[in-house]
C-alpha cells in the first residue's frame, strides 16, 4: 500500500513536469487551412510577450536580448580585422514583423521572413586589423545599427521522442540579414584619439556595405546560434501538439 502511494506520487510529478505555452500565447492548429497566417501574428505576438523572458520555460529576457560574446576573424579581401565582442545587447527584436511564413509541419521545417525596424546591437569591442588601406584599432564600446533589417530565418527541425510526447527539436536555424542600412559606431579608437575615431567612424559609414558585407557572415553564424538556444528552450521541452495542436 505504502509502495504504491509513493508510485502514485512518482507519477503525479511527471505529469505535472510537462510544460506547455504560456497562457496567453496564440495556438496555431497543424490542420489549420491558414496556419501560415495564424504563425505570422501568433509568433511576433509571442515575442512581445517574452519582453522579460518565461521563467518556467528558462527562455531568457528577450528585450534587450543578451549575448555572451563573439570573435571574428575576417581573413582575406578588403576589411581584415579581428574583433572581439562582449557584453552583447541586442535591442529591437521584439519589434519584429514577420511578412511570410512557410510552416512544413511534417517535414518539421519552418520559414519565415521578418522585418525589425531597428536593431541595436551594443557590446563591448576590441578590434585590430585594416579596412581598405586604413588601419584601424580600438576598445571601446560598438553601436552597430541595423535599418529595416530583414531577417531570413529557415528552422530545419527533426522529431525527438520522448516519455510518449514527440518534441520538435530544432537542429539547425539558418538566417539571412538584408539591412535596408547600417550606422556603425565605435567609442574610443585609437586609444581615444578624437579626430582619427571621428575620421574613422565617418570612413566606416561611408563605405557600411562594404564593411558590413564582409562581417555580415560572423553575425549570422553567431546570431542563428542565439536564436536556435531560444526556440529550443520552448520546442524542447513543450511537445509538439502543444505548440501546434492536433485538434
Ligand atoms: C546607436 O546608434 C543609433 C543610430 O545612430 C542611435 O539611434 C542609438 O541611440 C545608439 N544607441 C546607443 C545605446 O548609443
Excluded at 491558414?34 to 520555460?57: F, Q, T, W, Y
Aim: hydrophobic content about 40%; overall charge positive.
Amino acid at each position: 500500500m505504502f509502495v504504491k502511494v509513493i508510485s502514485f506520487g512518482v507519477v503525479f510529478s511527471l505529469v505535472n513536469a510537462q510544460y506547455s505555452l504560456p497562457e496567453d500565447f496564440t495556438r496555431c492548429r497543424q490542420k489549420d487551412a491558414k496556419l501560415n497566417d495564424c504563425l505570422k501574428s501568433a509568433v511576433p505576438d509571442a515575442l512581445r510577450r517574452m519582453k522579460e523572458g518565461i521563467s518556467s520555460l528558462s527562455v531568457p529576457q528577450m528585450e534587450p536580448l543578451h549575448v555572451s560574446g563573439i570573435n571574428i576573424e575576417s581573413g582575406a579581401g578588403p576589411v581584415v580585422i579581428t574583433q572581439n565582442y562582449k557584453n552583447i545587447k541586442l535591442h529591437g527584436l521584439t519589434d519584429s514583423i514577420l511578412t511570410t511564413y512557410k510552416a512544413d509541419l511534417k517535414n518539421y521545417r519552418l520559414r519565415t521572413d521578418s522585418l525589425t525596424p531597428k536593431m541595436e546591437f551594443i557590446a563591448d569591442y576590441v578590434m585590430k586589423g585594416r579596412i581598405l588601406v586604413l588601419p584601424i584599432q580600438g576598445k571601446g564600446i560598438a553601436n552597430i545599427t541595423m535599418v529595416n533589417l530583414v531577417v531570413k530565418h529557415d528552422l530545419i527541425g527533426e522529431p525527438v521522442q520522448r516519455d510518449g510526447q514527440t518534441y520538435m527539436h530544432m537542429k539547425d536555424y539558418k538566417v539571412k540579414f538584408i539591412p535596408e542600412k547600417v550606422v556603425l559606431h565605435f567609442s574610443n579608437l585609437f586609444n581615444g584619439d578624437k579626430r582619427l575615431g571621428e575620421n574613422m567612424n565617418a570612413f566606416l559609414n561611408e563605405n557600411s556595405d562594404l564593411v558590413f558585407n564582409e562581417l555580415k557572415e560572423s553575425y549570422e553564424k553567431a546570431l542563428s546560434s542565439v536564436f536556435q538556444d531560444v526556440t529550443n528552450k520552448i520546442f524542447d521541452k513543450v511537445p509538439m501538439n502543444k505548440i501546434f495542436p492536433e485538434e
